[in-house]
């Protein structure tokens, strides 16, 4: 991810790169995918802020903390998942607005 990243772009993963994902069943795709779609979901946990704008890292850090505190004891079939998030080159970090409501 961070070969892919430049300037205006942000690279947002589930697990570091030598960790798997959990994938859970019951919600047809990933946990971390999960918590990062209900951030957005009434009633936008994700806006930490409360300006009815929901940026890169308010959604990553509401999916984090939950993917982080959920596996943490999890060891079968995988271990616990670290979420990352990779931007561009020094003074092109930023965020970006991904939902507003």
Not at 67 to 92: C, E, F, H, M
Request: net charge negative.
């Amino acid at each position: 991810a961070r070969n892919i990243v430049g300037p205006g772009k942000i690279v947002i993963a589930a697990c570091d790169k030598d960790e798997s994902s959990w994938e859970l069943s019951e919600y047809g795709h990933g946990l971390f995918t999960q918590y990062f779609a209900w951030g957005m979901t009434n009633p936008f946990p994700a806006d930490r802020n409360g300006d009815l704008d929901i940026d890169t890292d308010e959604a990553f850090g509401y999916a984090e903390w939950y993917a982080i505190d959920k596996t943490k004891n999890w060891t079968y079939p995988l271990p616990p998942q670290t979420p990352q998030i990779y931007r561009g080159p020094v003074g092109s970090e930023g965020f970006r607005y991904i939902f507003s409501y």
